[in-house]
């Protein structure tokens, strides 16, 4: 069983910063993805960013330029750095790990972390 542990959020003004920090545990195979996907009040779920252990990233168009992930293997970690944050960056951000196991996906995620981007 893999475990999740993030860190990092809270209460933020517009145009300000926060790290959120993402632990793994448990018995993880090295070809693996981790992200960080948000949720706000009344909308889907969605990805924000993602690395693969080779460091390889994607980073969507809405954030891009603001946001970067990046990612310890050795420690299992995954940060997102969150600059020039805006009001609708305002989610339940969540850190997810997924790899390919007899050929099915397994997703793993994090209990979430509140971000609120208010003056």
């Known amino acids: 069983q893999v475990q999740l542990v993030e860190s990092g959020g809270g209460l933020v003004q517009p145009g300000g910063s926060l790290r959120l920090s993402c632990v793994a545990s448990g018995i993880i195979p090295s070809s693996n993805v981790m992200a960080w996907y948000r949720q706000a009040p009344g909308k889907e779920r969605e990805l924000v960013a993602l690395?693969?252990?080779?460091?390889?990233?994607n980073i969507v168009d809405s954030v891009r330029g603001r946001f970067t992930i990046d990612r310890d293997n050795a420690r299992n970690t995954v940060d997102l750095q969150m600059h020039s944050l805006k009001p609708e960056d305002t989610a339940v951000y969540y850190c997810?790990?997924?790899?390919?196991?007899?050929?099915?996906?397994?997703?793993?995620w994090g209990q979430g972390t509140q971000v609120t981007v208010s003056s």
């Open positions: 690395v693969t252990a080779g460091g390889s990233t």
């Open positions: 997810n790990l997924y790899f390919f196991w007899s050929k099915l996906r397994r997703d793993y």
